[in-house]
């Protein structure tokens, strides 16, 4: 059940995006489309409530509540931040608004991008960690491996996101040259724009 309920909260959350954006920007409904949006949150509630009555029932902790601390904390640190990007080009696209502008390419303004998404990403894992941690302390004296296993599955993440954000720093990428450089030099163009120059 919690497995069926993590795929409906995955579609809903893009159906109610789907719905919230045609709603403000083709139909015009501003409060409609806002409201729909505000309901995103409300799938992660949910599925904690279901999560949690599930273990309270009985069931025995699995791979499922896992990934349900997962995806809970995946939508918690960077469910927002899909949901603005999006916005930004429906906007641009369906209502004539400016072109949202791209994550910076190079240099330290990357590297301070890529920081800001790890940021993102150790928000993720804390929040997963908490749900999985108060699920250990939940279930007690049952088997709780799994959900250890699971917490560890979510500082890796953030471990291996961290080392790949400290590469934009250590290594920045530098902005390709735009301009071709002259092969002559300063002197010699002078000579050759000269009336009467010698060829």
Known sequence: MVVALIIACEVGFWVLLALGLAARYLLRWRR?????LLCEPVLELVLFAVTA???RNGAEPGWEHGVA?????YTVAYGHYTIRWLDG???HRLAGGPRPPRPPRY?????RHEGRLWLRTVLAAAVACALLQAAVWYVGDGDTSSLRS??????????????????????PKKEP????????GPADRVAEERPGARR
């Open 32 to 36: 409609t489309g806002l409201v729909l």
């Open 53 to 55: 009555v599930d273990l």
């Open 69 to 73: 601390a997962l995806y809970i904390g």
């Open 89 to 91: 080009h429906a906007a």
């Open 107 to 111: 240099g330290t303004a990357r590297a």
């Open 150 to 171: 699971f917490q560890w599955v979510a500082l890796r993440a953030a471990g291996i996101h961290g080392l790949v954000a400290l590469t934009y720093a250590i290594w």
């Open 177 to 184: 040259e735009t301009g071709r450089r002259d092969p002559a």
